[in-house]
């Protein structure tokens, strides 16, 4: 006679071909533990109440089995050798299990089978969703590094083309050290003669003292000339860096939105790039939630951390948290106390989203603006 072998959230159930129970394993009332069960059979892995059933239905001479899953009958069929196990999906079992649910769990002694199987299915909804941000967030920790490299890239072509325009008016890069203003020029005006103060005003956001001074290092300029075709390929590399720009500020947008969908409190605490390249730094969300917050406070300051503990120097007081604007404009003498205090709040928001736990990130960082006013205060008042 082949019996046939189903398991659902109220255990593992064999049948006759007459759809008679024929013996039965009930998992643990647990919901968590059925619900880890669940995942390991979808997994292809049979729980131990696979083994004790099919063990105990041997030793009554049992000995041929259908079941639905070829990878679960795959393992059960390494260890039982001397059994017959076939796959046949649906089975008479699962059919039974799934029609007539309530019947079999009130005929073992279940009093609420829907009370069961909501809290089983909301632990596998989180177990899934878990897993899915665990694969997310190695998509984040990717584009990232991509934006990094496009930052790298960008400032190495801003500097070449400073370095180039250069030769023909070597002053406008003392008089214009911000990159944005200095190839907004450029592209605007091209060569030197065209720098004119009321020109210069219109295109950066620089003073009428400032912009005259620059027409007048315009004119005894001691830079070589340049002919149509240098300012044409110039220009031609500038609006190259300013599309790369453009698809940094893309990159970022797409990184925000990643990190709102895997670690809406990280990124409320700390915005998207920075909590980015946390996860990136620890290697995932679950390591980061994995650590202290003491290891999270110098995370990406490890060759200063490194190079203190061999010379005993001071160790860093912060790694790339201190790209959070609360400590980078604060004075020096706050930032290590400020970052400590972030490091917690990223610890906490860490673990909620690994867990895919509530929204908290609002009221992280509202505590956290009240901690940073309180080191402020106090540290005044001494």
């Known amino acids: 006679m082949t019996l046939h072998i189903s398991e ?27 619900a880890g069960r669940l995942a390991s059979v979808q997994m292809g892995v049979p729980t131990e109440e696979h083994r004790s059933l099919i063990r105990e239905l041997i030793m009554k001479g049992e000995s041929s089995f259908t079941l639905e899953q070829t990878q679960l009958a795959e393992e059960l069929a390494k260890e039982f050798k001397n059994a017959k196990f076939e796959v046949l999906a649906p089975n008479k079992a699962g059919m039974l299990l799934r029609g007539k649910l309530h019947d079999i769990g ?40 991509v934006l990094d490299e496009l930052d790298k890239f960008i400032n190495i072509l801003t500097v070449r083309v400073r370095e180039w325009y250069g030769m023909h008016f070597p002053e406008l890069d003392r008089f214009v050290p911000d990159h944005q ?19 210069i005003k219109t295109i950066a956001k620089i003073s009428d003292d400032l912009a005259k001074k620059i027409e007048d290092a315009a004119v005894t300029s001691v830079g070589a000339s340049f002919d149509e075709i240098d300012r044409q390929i110039i220009q031609e590399e500038i609006k190259m860096i300013i599309e790369l720009q453009k698809l940094r500020e893309k990159t970022a947008e797409y990184i ?42 110098v995370l990406g300051a490890e060759k200063a951390l490194f190079r203190a503990l061999k010379t005993r120097a ?13 400590i980078r404009t604060s004075p020096k003498k706050f930032r290590g106390k400020i970052a400590r205090a972030l490091a917690g709040k990223i610890a906490i928001a860490a673990r909620l989203d690994a ?12 505590e956290f603006k009240i901690k940073v006013a309180k080191i402020l205060k106090e540290s005044e008042s001494r």
């Open 8 to 34: 659902c959230v109220l255990g593992v159930f064999a049948f006759d071909d007459q759809g008679e129970l024929v013996a039965y394993k009930r998992f643990p009332d647990d919901p968590a533990e059925i």
């Open 106 to 145: 009130e005929e073992i002694g279940y009093k609420d089978v829907d009370l069961l199987l909501r809290e089983v299915n909301f632990i596998l909804t989180r177990l899934k969703l878990k897993r899915e941000v665990s694969q997310r967030d190695k998509l984040v920790i990717r584009v990232i590094e």
């Open 181 to 199: 203003n200095y190839l907004k020029l450029v592209l605007e005006l091209g060569l030197r003669e065209n720098f004119k103060a009321e020109n």
């Open 256 to 297: 925000d939105d990643l990190m709102t969908q895997i670690a809406p409190n990280l990124k409320t605490l700390v915005g998207g790039t920075i909590g980015a390249r946390l996860i990136a730094l620890a290697g995932g969300l679950d390591e980061l939630a994995k650590m202290p917050a003491s290891t999270i406070q």
């Open 314 to 326: 001071k160790p860093p007081k912060h790694g790339v948290i201190y790209q959070h604007p609360s």
């Open 355 to 366: 867990m895919a736990g509530e929204f908290m990130g609002d009221r992280l960082l509202e």
